[in-house]
């Protein structure tokens, strides 16, 4: 089993800047992949950013450029270092974790591990 436990949101002028934070507790070894999600009132989740063990990441078009995914292994920390915020990246925000076969990526159905997520707010 594995815990998420996000930390960071809240609210922030469009072109402000937000940093993320998910502390994973349990039994980590086995996760291949870490990634973060969001969901926006009226929407449908969907993926943002995605790191592997090895360090390669995946990005969401609408956030390339604005937003870097990042890990501490030794602190089993993962963040999402959020730039130039607009008020369309107002969402919930959930990291997640994967620990099935499955390669870098932002399909949702491949992560079994979900935080409670954090709430950001961006403002114009």
């Known amino acids: 089993q594995v815990q998420l436990v996000e930390s960071g949101g809240g609210s922030v002028q469009a072109g402000g800047s937000l940093r993320l934070s998910c502390a994973a507790y349990g039994y980590t070894y086995n996760t291949h992949c870490m990634g973060w999600f969001r969901q926006a009132p009226g929407k449908e989740r969907e993926g943002v950013a995605a790191?592997?063990?090895?360090?390669?990441?995946t990005y969401a078009g609408s956030v390339k450029d604005r937003f870097t995914i990042s890990q501490d292994n030794a602190k089993n920390t993962l963040y999402l270092q959020m730039n130039s915020l607009k008020p369309e990246d107002t969402a919930m925000y959930y990291c997640?974790?994967?620990?099935?076969?499955?390669?870098?990526?932002?399909?949702?159905?491949?992560?079994?591990?979900w935080g409670q997520g954090t709430q950001v707010t961006v403002s114009s």
């Open positions: 790191i592997d063990s090895d360090g390669s990441t």
């Open positions: 997640a974790a994967a620990t099935g076969p499955y390669g870098l990526g932002l399909v949702e159905g491949d992560y079994n591990y």
